[in-house]
């Protein structure tokens, strides 16, 4: 499974649109096996498309985003999970150790769908 996230330094960015790097991390059997850094461009969706889809992201991890990238993103079939904040490394820690605790991470205010969470981060790590 590949997960994406955008960031800032060692943080997940606070905007997805002001977001300029993402991580990449493939983790396969509980473990990462690859960590990358790919520069994009928020603001056009096409080729952030492009970039998510070359490198075959399942998951893309972000902070606040518009309602209308969020639905771009859900509608090419690639699970989101929105509005989290914190440290990256912590966040797929514990995405891949206790996803359980994901919300641990959600910015204030920010109810998560328990539901939903389960069914984007529910494969095979």
Not at 28 to 44: A, C, G, H, M, T
Not at 78 to 89: K, T
Request: charged content about 20%.
């Amino acid at each position: 499974m590949k997960i994406a996230l955008t960031i800032w330094g060692n943080r997940i960015s606070p905007v997805f649109e002001s977001a300029n790097t993402l991580m990449i991390v493939d983790v396969e059997n509980l473990k990462i096996n690859s960590r990358v850094y790919e520069r994009f461009d928020p603001q056009i969706s096409k080729f952030f498309l492009q970039v998510l889809q070359k490198n075959k992201i399942d998951i893309l991890i972000c902070g606040a985003i518009t309602d209308a990238q969020s639905t771009f993103i859900k509608q090419n079939e690639i699970g989101l999970i929105p509005f989290i904040s914190g440290n990256a490394d912590r966040v797929v820690d514990t995405l891949i150790n206790e996803k359980h605790r994901i919300s641990d991470f959600l910015m204030p205010g920010v109810v998560l769908d328990l539901t939903s969470m389960n069914n984007i981060a529910g494969g095979n790590f």
